[in-house]
């Protein structure tokens, strides 16, 4: 079975600071990988995905992710944050199979994210 | 714009109760799933589904049903409300593993 694991339950930055979130999963097949934001009382919307090809990853809103086989990682990264990134992020994982299960989305516990303006 | 509705944005139900819990997709999407959401735990997927009538246990299956008996349609039943069912509730919908979209919650309370 497929699980996620993401680092950190809460981070505090000031604006303009780095960012970097954390997140490993542990599948013993192929995956694709996401990431997800969720702002203040609003639904989830995806930030972006790693299907195959080139592991440096780039979303919206400046956000990138990188995909690194070896490490079984998917690190979330922003170079400059905005008082607007505060929000809840999660990592989330799939089967790269098709058919039945392999759509099953898993989900890590998500970090989140406070910017001081 | 595609989309997830959930009939109900809030809940409040009385232990013991029967609880149904609505979401259409109008996507055409084969897949459906039910996750709750509960702060420090993230998402769960309670039950998925792939095809109509089919359906699979997810990770937190115990106390909870579902139905999907037209590809647009997946309920999740509630066959008798526990105080520890309070959560959000979100149903998603996606084709394959290409997109997955997500309705904006029922916050259940289960009193």
């Known amino acids: 079975a497929q699980s996620v694991s993401q680092h950190n339950h809460h981070v505090i930055l000031s604006e303009a600071a780095s960012l970097e979130l954390g997140c490993n999963y542990s599948y013993g097949g192929t995956v694709n990988l996401f990431w997800y934001v969720q702002y203040p009382g609003q639904h989830l919307q995806l930030l972006l995905k790693?299907?195959?090809?080139?592991?440096l990853v780039k979303g919206i809103k400046g956000f990138e992710a990188e995909f690194i086989k070896s490490k079984f990682s998917f690190n979330l990264r922003k170079p400059s944050v905005q008082w607007s990134d505060t929000a809840e992020y999660f990592c989330?994982?799939?089967?790269?199979?098709?058919?039945?299960?392999?759509?099953?989305?898993?989900f890590g516990k998500g970090t989140l994210l406070t910017v001081n303006p | 714009d595609v989309k997830v509705t959930q009939s109900s944005r809030y809940l409040v139900k009385r232990t013991g109760e029967k609880v149904f819990l609505e979401c259409v997709q109008d996507m055409d999407h084969e897949n459906m799933f039910w996750y709750r959401q509960d702060p420090g735990l993230g998402l769960r997927l309670i039950y998925f589904s792939y095809d109509v009538k089919m359906k699979e246990k997810g990770d937190i299956p115990e106390g909870y049903s579902v139905s999907r008996e037209k590809k647009e349609r997946f309920s999740l039943i509630l066959e008798s409300a526990s105080t520890n069912q309070t959560s959000m509730y979100l149903c998603?919908?996606?084709?394959?593993?290409?997109?997955?979209?997500f309705g904006s919650g029922t916050r259940l309370t289960v009193v």
């Open positions: 989330a994982v799939t089967s790269a199979g098709s058919g039945g299960s392999n759509y099953k989305l898993t």
């Open positions: 998603a919908s996606s084709l394959g593993s290409w997109g997955y979209t």
């Open positions: 790693y299907f195959s090809g080139d592991p």
